[in-house]
T-cell receptor, first 116, second 110 residues
Framework: ETGVTQTPRHLVMGMTNKKSLKCEQHLGHNAMYWYKQSAKKPLELMFVYSLEERVENNSVPSRFSPECPNSSHLFLHLHTLQPEDSALYLC???????????????FGPGTRLLVL | QKEVEQNSGPLSVPEGAIASLNCTYSDRGSQSFFWYRQYSGKSPELIMSIYSNGDKEDGRFTAQLNKASQYVSLLIRDSQPSDSATYLCAVDSGNTPLVFGKGTRLSVIA
């Protein structure tokens, strides 16, 4: 596979469930990102990892827990979510998170999450 | 707080016309600028990047940058219905991840 892949593409879960979103990048990049995009709202940056180290956490509730075991894989663990967490969750990667051409981000197809 | 502003639209243009999408940013130290296209229900895809003042052309797309005015635009010539999407402006201010605007929804009418 090429580019940035995400699984699952669609997910329906109850508020008491625990699930995980997976992202994999095949671009040899060093930085990976999680974004949330709700209907008719802008992209919200959630987490940034650079070389497997979390470099940014934008005040995201603890019911979202990221994990980056290596520079190619990124997970978002979900537990006790709320209906307002329903959104498109996008993963992206870039060569470098700190600027310039190498900060060009490439997005995965997203996971459409519905919390009932 | 670093901000990127775009008109939300919708911007409606007839097929074959030039669509002009605008973006302003607050951080004067910004160095890199990106335009992404996002179709409904899909993820953003990179269209163009620009780093120097002036115009940069790629096919039907032209990005224009004016750092003095803190303004970046995207022109789409010979607009097609398939260009109908939301266009996101993103700005790199160095040492922080990209800051995205809210996007402008473009509708090209056949």
């Amino acid at each position: 596979e090429t580019g940035v892949t995400q699984t699952p593409r669609h997910l329906v879960m109850g508020m008491t469930n625990k699930k995980s979103l997976k992202c994999e990048q095949h671009l040899g990049h060093n930085a990976m990102y999680w974004y949330k995009q709700s209907a008719k709202k802008p992209l919200e940056l959630m987490f940034v990892y650079s070389l497997e180290e979390r470099v940014e956490n934008n005040s995201v509730p603890s019911r979202f827990s990221p994990e980056c075991p290596n520079s190619s894989h990124l997970f978002l663990h979900l537990h006790t979510l709320q209906p307002e967490d329903s959104a498109l969750y996008l993963c992206a990667s870039s060569q470098d998170p700190t600027g310039g051409l190498e900060e060009t981000q490439y997005f995965g197809p997203g996971t459409r999450l519905l919390v009932l | 707080q670093k901000e990127v502003e775009q008109n939300s639209g919708p911007l409606s243009v007839p097929e074959g016309a030039i669509a002009s999408l605008n973006c302003t940013y607050s951080d004067r130290g910004s160095q890199s600028f990106f335009w992404y296209r996002q179709y409904s229900g899909k993820s953003p895809e990179l269209i163009m990047s620009i780093y120097s003042n002036g115009d940069k052309e790629d096919g039907r797309f032209t990005a224009q940058l004016n750092k003095a005015s803190q303004y970046v635009s995207l022109l789409i010539r010979d607009s097609q219905p398939s260009d109908s999407a939301t266009y996101l402006c993103a700005v790199d201010s160095g040492n922080t991840p990209l800051v995205f605007g809210k996007g402008t929804r473009l509708s090209v009418i056949a």
